[in-house]
């Protein structure tokens, strides 16, 4: 029989052909799945972050990239994702 991939990235890469397809909420699926199996993934809430713009859900990609940043401080690219989302909505 065939097997399902449930690693980490491939759910991810499922949610990014639905986001391309033009699908966030097929996407916002694959991503709250992939959190219930890896709950301190950075990368899944990115990529949430980015099915949620996609939806006009500004607060709710604010939380989910403030969450990515909590888990990978580290990483300059996602700080300043959350700087210009923020500053999108403020005007500076």
Do not use: H, M
Request: without cysteine; negative net charge.
């Amino acid at each position: 029989g065939q097997a399902f991939d449930f690693s980490e990235n491939s759910l991810i890469a499922y949610a990014d052909r639905a986001l391309r397809a033009g699908q966030p909420d097929d996407a916002i699926t694959w991503l709250e799945l992939n959190l219930t199996y890896f709950p301190r993934s950075a990368p899944t809430y990115a990529a949430l972050s980015n099915a949620q713009q996609q939806k006009k859900d500004t607060a709710g990609a604010i939380s989910s990239l403030e969450r990515a940043v909590a888990l990978n401080p580290d990483n300059v690219q996602l700080q300043r994702q959350l700087e210009q989302l923020r500053a999108s909505i403020t005007g500076k």
